[in-house]
């Protein structure tokens, strides 16, 4: 079954740094975007952040810019999320998706719209301590 596999997060305090990598796992082609979500207890998930190398888009919303930053690997078909200057406010399970859209509805559309995404990730825990 073709899906990205997650890796990174985990405990850290207030101010602290975490870096998270995804990476497609089977065959999947490579023309999508990758985008970041994140849910925290009782709440919605909601995006983070979204990259296309095909057009050269890095979008982060407004709660994590400045202190997340993108990368990806087209060829290998990875992404990271380095997440710095953490904040107790940043802690839920954070997710990764192929956008078929390529980020163009992720920018604008504030509630995350699952079927939009595909090869979702299995999650991992980010907490941080205050």
């Known amino acids: 079954e073709a899906q990205f596999v997650q890796s990174g997060g985990g405990l850290v305090e207030t101010g602290g740094s975490l870096n998270l990598s995804c990476a497609a796992s089977?065959?999947?082609?490579?023309?999508?975007?990758i985008a970041w979500f994140r849910q925290a207890p009782g709440k919605e998930r909601e995006r983070v952040a979204c990259?296309?190398?095909?057009?050269?888009?890095?979008f982060t919303v407004d709660e994590v810019k400045g202190r997340f930053t993108l990368s990806s690997n087209k060829a290998k078909k990875t992404a990271n999320l380095q997440m710095n200057e953490l904040k107790p406010e940043d802690t839920a399970i954070y997710y990764c998706?192929?956008?078929?859209?390529?980020?163009?509805?992720?920018?604008?559309?504030?509630?995350?719209?699952?079927?939009?995404?595909?090869?979702w990730s299995q999650g991992t825990q980010v907490t941080v301590s205050s």
């Open positions: 998706a192929a956008d078929r859209n390529h980020c163009v509805r992720f920018r604008v559309v504030a509630v995350v719209e699952d079927h939009l995404y595909d090869f």
């Open positions: 089977g065959f999947i082609d490579d023309d999508f975007g």
């Open positions: 990259i296309s190398d095909d057009d050269g888009v890095k």
